[in-house]
């Protein structure tokens, strides 16, 4: 079964921490790119963090200093480690990984079901 599972979210007060983790599942390979996304209430999905596969990485300047995304290839998995965490952090977090599941196949995009991450002020 392809799937990218979470798991990690919660409820934190702003100023702490939580660590998301992800795993893809071993029927996606090749993946090139892995990253985490978030959608606030009302608002359109946003790229928070990617990670490719020599570990280069990107951030989005609102998250850029606190968050930390790293990658363990061997295990396909991503992490993303949020520190200093505000309120306007609290969003519903998406894994994404671009992949394929078959050499006959494209790469495409995979899809996590979403992990929430409230901070109260």
């Known amino acids: 079964q392809v799937q990218l599972v979470e798991s990690g979210g919660g409820l934190v007060q702003a100023g702490g921490s939580l660590r998301l983790s992800c795993a893809a599942s071993a029927s996606i390979f090749s993946i090139t790119n892995m990253a985490w996304y978030r959608q606030a209430p009302g608002k359109q999905r946003e790229l928070v963090a990617n990670?490719?596969?020599?570990?280069?990485?990107y951030y989005a300047d609102s998250v850029k200093g606190r968050f930390t995304i790293s990658r363990d290839n061997a295990k396909n998995t991503v992490y993303l480690q949020m520190n200093s965490l505000k309120s306007e952090d609290t969003a519903v977090y998406y894994c994404?990984?671009?992949?394929?599941?078959?050499?006959?196949?494209?790469?495409?995009?995979?899809w996590g079901q979403g992990t929430q991450v409230t901070v109260s002020s």
């Open positions: 990670i490719i596969t020599g570990g280069s990485t």
């Open positions: 994404n990984a671009y992949g394929r599941t078959d050499y006959q196949k494209p790469f495409t995009d995979f």
